[in-house]
């Protein structure tokens, strides 16, 4: 009996979530908003900031490239959740026609790769500075998770939870950082054959 109760309490909350994310749709909305929407929803792609690492990383002071270590560990360990928590969950994306290659490779909406990522920037920013940085990124984590619901790639609450692990990720990157740094520093001597 209560395991009915319980399915058929997050029913309701799937049913409310789809018609929550139908309302931020952008279906009937004029031809340049749509457009704004799409190319803020692409930026919080990956082919768009990995680049901007790099740079960073080639023409950075130090401070850029220790910034740069540190995000691209967090990252990597971000994927370590998102990937496998995506296999598990399965929930398939809302219908529609937007990204059809997105939809190919990978048609399971939770979490979302970019709400998780933008938010991981952003709270990186916070921590890592520069102020002005992290104040650019909370306000471009948000709108890209926005974007994605309204170009209807992915349900409201899917980006909300993913929001959430990218905070959560960053709250237990203090614990992690040393050890992840320890292993990659004695992996990359292992791999020159110079003593430890």
């Given at each position: 009996m209560v395991g009915m109760d319980i399915k058929s309490g997050f029913k309701s909350m799937l049913k409310a979530d789809k018609r929550l994310s139908d309302?931020?749709?952008?279906?009937?909305?004029?031809?340049?908003?749509?457009?704004?929407?799409?190319?803020?929803a692409e930026s919080g792609d990956s082919k768009y900031w990995w680049p901007m690492l790099i740079v960073l990383w080639l023409f950075g002071n130090t401070f850029w490239k220790e910034w740069v270590i540190v995000v691209t560990l967090g990252i990597g360990l971000l994927a370590l959740v998102t990937w496998p928590v995506k296999q598990l969950v399965k929930r398939k994306r809302p219908i529609g026609f937007w990204s059809l290659r997105t939809r190919d490779k990978d048609p399971n909406s939770f979490p979302s790769g970019h709400a998780a990522h933008t938010f991981l920037l952003a709270t990186l920013a916070t921590s890592l500075g520069p102020p002005w940085l992290a104040v650019i990124f909370w306000i471009w984590a948000p709108l890209v998770s926005l974007a994605h619901v309204a170009m209807g790639v992915h349900f409201l609450s899917n980006t909300i939870g993913s929001m959430l692990i990218g905070i959560l990720v960053w709250l237990l990157w203090p614990y992690l950082h040393e050890a992840v740094l320890q292993v990659l520093a004695t992996a990359s001597l292992q791999i020159l054959h110079l003593p430890l």
């Open positions: 309302r931020v749709r952008l279906d009937n909305l004029p031809r340049h908003i749509r457009r704004a929407s799409e190319v803020l």
